[in-house]
């Protein structure tokens, strides 16, 4: 959690140093953007994600008080943005995922292969099809999981910055990290499943 | 309640409750040490386990979708003009 050069940052912009602020949307734009296409699905949603993220920084980084939390600020602001966003569509209910929902079936027959990425190519990875499960599967997630997976594995924050970020227990980031993992899980074998179904050829 | 496989017992829906914090390698030596002698005798959970890996593997190298340059400058540009109404830097 220790990101001196941000630390530094904050204490230019609170200074009122000329540039800081903009050094400091330099720095933070493309991942608050990531983020938000990541969390709202749609590009335009990102877009104001991004922009409301950068107005609250912009009217509020002067007075925070713990410099060494810029990161996990700057994602709880556009967390909340994105849930914002989501309460103006459909309603998601807040009830925690049972484990034994998520348990695999009885062996039935061979399980579906996920595709191991240590054996794709890079090009191979960003293929449409493979990319489009995986979206599809991240935003098919509750929202209050979605956003504990999305910090966690897609932008790589610790569990204890996730925990500031979204002000929750170290344990429940954990508990969220696991079962949205496996929804994931659950929701690309279902995928990969249908595919090798769907390509068997008669012989 | 459904086991979690045709040799599901006690230990696997055990297992089955912490195998992220395994892979994240937040687990207790101990209960490590406990998982990986279960992992060692159980084929479903060795082979549920390396599911996950694999999911967690792509969602962590799934690349991100990039910011578009003309919203990149437009937004900067409502920046600017925010920083001139009010009188900032």
Known sequence: ?203 | MTPPHESGSRECRELFGRLSEYLDGELDPSLCDETEQHLGECAPCQEFLESLRRTVALLTRLPGEPLPEEMRAAMRQALRRLQEERGLK
């Open chain 1, 1 to 203: 959690m220790d990101h001196p050069e941000e630390t530094h940052l904050l204490q230019q912009i609170q200074a009122n140093e000329p540039g800081a602020f903009d050094r400091f949307v330099t720095l933070f734009e493309d991942r608050i953007y990531r983020f938000g296409v990541r969390m709202c699905g749609q590009r335009e949603d990102a877009r104001d994600v991004l922009q409301d993220t950068l107005i609250q920084a912009y009217v509020s980084l002067k007075d925070l008080r713990h410099p060494e939390a810029l990161r996990s600020w700057v994602y709880r602001v556009a967390a909340n943005a994105c849930l914002m966003m989501r309460r103006k569509g459909k309603f998601e209910p807040q009830r925690e995922v049972s484990l034994e929902d998520l348990m695999p079936r009885g062996s039935d027959g061979p399980r579906a292969e996920i595709p191991d990425p240590a054996s794709l190519p890079d090009e191979e990875l960003a293929r449409s099809e493979l990319r489009q499960a995986v979206r599809a599967a991240v935003e098919q997630l509750p929202v209050q999981y979605r956003v504990v997976l999305v910090l966690r594995d897609m932008e790589h924050l610790p569990t204890a910055e996730v925990a500031q970020a979204l002000d929750l227990p170290e344990s429940t980031i954990k508990m969220r990290l696991h079962r949205a993992r496996l929804m994931v899980r659950q929701s690309l074998e279902a995928t990969f499943s249908g595919e090798a179904s769907a390509g068997r050829r008669p012989q």
